[in-house]
């Protein structure tokens, strides 16, 4: 099974601050890979498709790169309204698992 | 307006047994594979189960041989009948759709509690 390594596992940034989160896969999920927002007591958000495309609504400071291995989620300024933990997630043959990583929880410093 | 509604949670001893019923509307349920996720406090998100829209179910290794996905697309609705529950279980279970490979629809979330 492939496995996703989540990093960090938390950070904390000050408003304005530029944020990244990378995701590593096990092996090469060409663009498969998604990033989700979950705030506390609430069900995740999907934020980004496909290794790099916006969901719709969702506010352009957030951006996903990568593919194959190696991928990266940023937060160009951080808002007060982005206190969450974020995950990415992997998929592969469809309609098998849907892997998620560990999270990262970002807090305001 | 999209809703996923979960239900059936509860507190349940250890080796018992339940069944959480996720109900759909506001899409077309017939066309979206659906899954079970669960998080347990203060953990992050971990895969249970899914069925696809031909039927054909997979589970998380941790809960094959004791959980059974179904659904029922009359009703616009997935069942996840779990037995031989272990501690190791207590969590929110969600439900959520998914067409292509993004979780896009999502339920609020209920509560299984495995405990003596």
């Known amino acids: 099974d492939i496995q996703m390594t989540q990093s960090p596992s938390s950070l904390s940034a000050s408003v304005g601050d530029r944020v990244t989160i990378t995701c590593q896969a096990s092996?090469?999920?060409?663009?498969?890979l998604n990033w989700y927002q979950q705030k506390p007591g609430k069900a995740p958000k999907l934020l980004i498709y496909d290794a790099s495309n916006l969901e719709t609504g969702v506010p352009s400071r957030f951006s996903g790169s990568g593919s194959g291995t190696d991928f990266t989620f940023t937060i160009s300024s951080l808002q007060p309204e982005d206190i969450a933990t974020y995950y990415c997630?992997?998929?592969?043959?469809?309609?098998?698992?849907?892997?998620f990583g560990g999270g990262t929880k970002v807090e305001i410093k | 307006e999209v809703q996923l509604v979960e239900s059936g949670g509860g507190l349940v001893q250890p080796g018992g047994s339940l069944r959480l019923s996720c109900a759909a509307s506001?899409?077309?349920?017939?066309?979206?594979?659906m899954h079970w996720v669960r998080q347990a406090t203060g953990k992050g998100l971990e895969w249970v189960s899914v069925i696809g829209t031909a039927g054909d179910t997979y589970y998380a290794g941790s809960v094959k041989g004791r959980f059974t996905i179904s659904r029922e697309n009359a009703k616009n609705s997935v069942y996840l009948q779990m037995n031989s529950l272990r501690t190791g279980d207590t969590a929110v279970y969600y439900c959520a759709g998914a067409v292509t490979g993004s979780f896009d629809y999502w339920g609020q979330g209920t509560l299984v509690t495995v405990s003596s």
């Open positions: 092996q090469d999920i060409s663009n498969y």
């Open positions: 506001g899409f077309t349920f017939s066309s979206y594979d």
């Open positions: 997630q992997q998929y592969d043959n469809l309609p098998r698992p849907l892997i």
